[in-house]
T-cell receptor, first 113, second 111 residues
Framework: GNSVTQMEGPVTLSEEAFLTINCTYTATGYPSLFWYVQYPGEGLQLLLKATKADDKGSNKGFEATYRKETTSFHLEKGSVQVSDSAVYFCALSPANTGNQFYFGTGTSLTVIP | NAGVTQTPKFRVLKTGQSMTLLCAQDMNHEYMYWYRQDPGMGLRLIHYSVGEGTTAKGEVPDGYNVSRLKKQNFLLGLESAAPSQTSVYFC??????????FGQGTRLTVV
């Protein structure tokens, strides 16, 4: 079946630290992969996406590379800011059954000054 | 464009009462979804629709009903609310195999 496994939080970092949030997936074929961000009291917003193997999605200093060989889509940022404090969700959309959308459980990030 | 709009944003219900949550999207998306978000459990799919007039059960459908009479609207109904349905509800829509767009959420408390 299809599933997403995300590293558990919460994660607390100091400002300007390096961020990695691990995400691995199980799916047949070549799913599309996404990272969403949820700021307090808000809905989910798309952060970045990748639709095929070796694609790198990037936005607002965040990056993630679609690794087929390790079935991973880890989120990274070189220098986090206090404003990056949020919950981050990894998600996938299977290649052949595009009506479904699978989410990880979310990772809470707090960045302290 | 307004994107995905959920109504209402907040609601308090008494046990046994009924209510309907409305989700409206103006992006002509075929697929629409209802999720609930609970602490420590991420997003769980309640029901979804792949087009006007169609609905399907998700991971946690019990106690909920849905309808998609118009392509742009997806309604989530609670016939007899229970405290276990206290949650934040999110609607999302998407076009085929693209990213999903989310509403701002409805915070529901059942007392």
């Amino acid at each position: 079946g299809n599933s997403v496994t995300q590293m558990e939080g919460p994660v607390t970092l100091s400002e300007e630290a390096f961020l990695t949030i691990n995400c691995t997936y199980t799916a047949t074929g070549y799913p599309s992969l996404f990272w969403y961000v949820q700021y307090p009291g808000e809905g989910l917003q798309l952060l970045l996406k990748a639709t095929k193997a070796d694609d790198k999605g990037s936005n607002k200093g965040f990056e993630a590379t679609y690794r087929k060989e390790t079935t991973s889509f880890h989120l990274e940022k070189g220098s986090v800011q206090v404003s990056d404090s949020a919950v981050y969700f990894c998600a996938l959309s299977p290649a052949n059954t595009g009506n479904q959308f699978y989410f990880g459980t979310g990772t809470s990030l707090t960045v302290i000054p | 464009n307004a994107g995905v709009t959920q109504t209402p944003k907040f609601r308090v219900l008494k046990t046994g009462q009924s209510m309907t949550l409305l989700c409206a999207q103006d992006m002509n998306h075929e697929y629409m979804y209802w999720y609930r978000q609970d602490p420590g459990m991420g997003l769980r799919l309640i029901h979804y629709s792949v087009g006007e007039g169609t609905t399907a059960k998700g991971e946690v459908p019990d106690g909920y009903n849905v309808s998609r009479l118009k392509k742009q609207n997806f309604l989530l109904g609670l016939e007899s609310a229970a405290p276990s349905q206290t949650s934040v509800y999110f609607c999302a829509s998407r076009w085929m195999n693209t990213e999903a767009f989310f509403g701002q959420g409805t915070r529901l408390t059942v007392v």
